[in-house]
């Protein structure tokens, strides 16, 4: 299978970690950062960035608070991350027939 057959799997969506976080987040109606952490095995530094790309293509919205006066972080999959999501997966299948 050649490379190119790849191109419509959405990059955004196609590293790991950002994977693992969608799926997570297609099966709840929001989670925090902690539990996002934890379900992706991966450091702060790492989770927060691949956070802020998925913020930045739309796909989910993170909402900041404070829990006992400590920073909060909680995401939740947008309609577009939803739609992007399924997608995706509708792409792998593709590729890959059951």
Partial sequence: MSPEKFAPLDPVIHSPVRLAVLSVLASVRQADFGYLKGATETT????S????KLEESG???????????????TCSLTEKGRTA???YLKALESYFPA
Avoid at 44 to 47: C, I, M, Q, T, W
Avoid at 59 to 72: G, V, W
């Fill in 85 to 87: 999501f399924q997608n």
């Fill in 59 to 73: 796909y989910i919205a993170i909402k900041k608070s404070f829990k006992e006066r400590k920073p909060f972080t």
């Fill in 44 to 47: 702060d530094g790492n989770l």
């Fill in 49 to 52: 960035t691949h956070l802020s």
